[in-house]
């Protein structure tokens, strides 16, 4: 990858996670400011305001709810559903025809052409999408086979591909497809894609600096009033 490809990369990055990462979290925001949003658990509500904020009014239970939503819940999940938009819009230059594949690319360290299903963190999959990937993977070397294509053969390089974390991260579900087909993880994964074995970091500082553009201050304190309402009209009734 020249040093061009790799700004590309970086630039397209940046833009994405502020346009579809940035913005739907705003929205969720917002969205947040009605109880419907939730389904709070009665037995808990209170207690967790009282622990977080010392007192169990309406404002500390709506922080209690708005907080892990916000700054957990609503983050992971919206990064994770964004793959294929960020497959698509980033990483266009290795997009896949190939049924189940996202992305297929030259591995940069052993020169051979990878099969690559994308995912986000090194806990996002679970148990039946064990079965989902090999099938998949199975299914290129069935059709393979079929078109009577040499160059795939019982060594064909399927492998997963997982955005961020470390191998000691990685799941037991993900540890069972790896003992199937190598699972990349992080700064790994990222080394295979590029041949830059510090992309990874560069990555991240490029997406990090988009953190002084936002403040979601105003958004934030919005929905925690206009919950408090909601929630001081429900206790009165």
């Given at each position: 990858?020249?040093e061009?490809e790799?700004?590309?990369?970086l630039?397209?990055a940046k ?7 940035v913005d ?15 389904q709070?658990n ?11 904020f010392g007192?169990?009014n309406?404002s ?7 907080y ?8 992971n999940t919206?990064?994770g559903?964004?793959m ?7 990483l ?6 190939t049924?189940g594949?996202?992305i297929?690319?030259?591995d940069?360290i052993?020169?051979?052409r990878k099969?690559?299903q994308?995912k986000?963190g090194?806990n ?9 990937i ?7 070397r069935?059709?393979?086979r079929?078109?009577?294509l ?5 060594d ?16 037991q579900?993900y ?5 199937s087909h190598?699972?990349?993880?992080g ?6 894609l590029?041949g ?6 560069e990555?991240?500082?490029?997406i990090a600096?988009?953190a002084?553009e936002v403040?979601?201050?105003?958004l934030l304190?919005?929905?925690i009033r206009?919950l408090s309402t909601?929630?001081e ?5």
């Amino acid at each position: 990858m020249t040093e061009a490809e790799k700004r590309e990369i970086l630039a397209k990055a940046k833009d994405f996670f502020r346009e579809k990462i940035v913005d739907n979290h705003k929205r969720n925001t917002e969205r947040l400011g009605k109880l419907s949003a939730f389904q709070p658990n009665p037995f808990l509500e209170k207690y967790l305001a009282n622990f977080a904020f010392g007192n169990c009014n309406a404002s500390s239970i709506a922080k209690a709810l708005i907080y892990p939503r916000v700054l957990g819940t609503s983050i992971n999940t919206t990064f994770g559903t964004q793959m294929q938009a960020f497959c698509k819009d980033v990483l266009s230059g290795f997009a896949s025809t190939t049924p189940g594949i996202d992305i297929e690319f030259i591995d940069q360290i052993d020169n051979r052409r990878k099969y690559c299903q994308i995912k986000a963190g090194p806990n996002t999959i679970n148990n039946d999408d064990i079965t989902t990937i090999k099938n998949h993977f199975e299914s290129i070397r069935r059709i393979a086979r079929t078109n009577g294509l040499r160059e795939f053969n019982a060594d064909i390089d399927c492998i997963v591909g997982v955005f961020y974390g470390k191998s000691d991260d990685l799941s037991q579900m993900y540890r069972t497809i790896d003992r199937s087909h190598p699972v990349y993880v992080g700064k790994d994964f990222w080394h295979h894609l590029t041949g830059d074995p510090s992309f990874y970091d560069e990555l991240i500082n490029e997406i990090a600096s988009i953190a002084t553009e936002v403040d979601g201050t105003e958004l934030l304190n919005n929905a925690i009033r206009q919950l408090s309402t909601e929630i001081e009209e429900k206790y009165n009734q």
